[in-house]
């Protein structure tokens, strides 16, 4: 069974320059999460899908960040116009009920 | 407010000796806990759920109402457990979603 896939593994950008995100779910999880980790911090929640719904965004950072999920399947995030402090790894995971199941998360950095 | 920490950024021990990382967590309602595991260029996977009681490579948590705690244990620790660990939280009123701990990472010296 295949996994969480995310994409791309790393991003190098200049500040106000646009970045998506992209990341595909388990088939099957309803539950998509979306969660950044800047360096030397804890894993902090961005949002939550279920299916094609926001059930929660209230960790969006700011209305520079965009997330969609089409059909209820994948999942992008978008970042415009990207500031030097949105750099980090962000996490998407999907789950069935409980357990979550991670991707290998991209590594963005803003320069 | 909901928060999960651990005090610990890196904790190193030898070959053999016991593991404690400690988790320490505040939350108003029954809490589901977990704990996560992120080997060198693996991705993030669930160790154990303080629900299900198990142990997994060896490693045990208990779940501390009274002391608001969830620490990590393994009585004899390995190589191939160093690795960064996440403390999790997850808050099942409302919506479902994880609340992690900055991390501790585990460095077993030989």
């Known amino acids: 069974e295949a996994g969480v896939t995310q994409f791309p593994s790393h991003s190098v950008i200049e500040k106000g320059q646009t970045v998506t995100l992209r990341c595909d779910p388990i088939s099957g999880h309803d539950n998509l999460y979306w969660y950044r980790r800047v360096m030397g911090k804890e894993i902090k929640f961005l949002l939550h899908f279920v299916k094609e719904s926001k059930q929660d965004e209230s960790g969006m950072p700011n209305n520079r960040f965009l997330a969609e999920r089409t059909g209820g399947t994948y999942s992008t995030l978008k970042v415009q116009p990207a500031e030097l402090e949105d750099s980090g790894v962000y996490f998407c995971a999907s789950s069935p009920i409980l357990e979550a199941f991670f991707g290998q998360g991209t590594r963005l950095t803003v320069v | 407010a909901q928060r999960v920490t651990q005090p610990e950024k890196l904790l190193s021990v030898f070959k053999g000796a016991p593991v404690e990382l400690k988790c320490n967590y505040s939350?108003?309602?029954?809490?589901?806990l977990f704990w996560y595991v992120q080997y060198s260029r693996q991705r993030l996977q669930l160790l154990l759920r303080?629900?299900s009681r198990e142990s997994i490579k060896g490693f045990t948590a208990d779940l501390n109402k009274g002391e608001t705690s969830f620490h990590l244990k393994k009585p004899f620790a390995q190589e191939e457990d160093s690795a960064m660990y996440y403390c999790a939280l997850m808050r099942v009123t409302g919506t479902y979603k994880y609340i992690f701990g900055t991390g501790t990472r585990l460095k077993v010296l030989a």
């Open positions: 303080h629900i």
């Open positions: 939350y108003s309602g029954s809490p589901e």
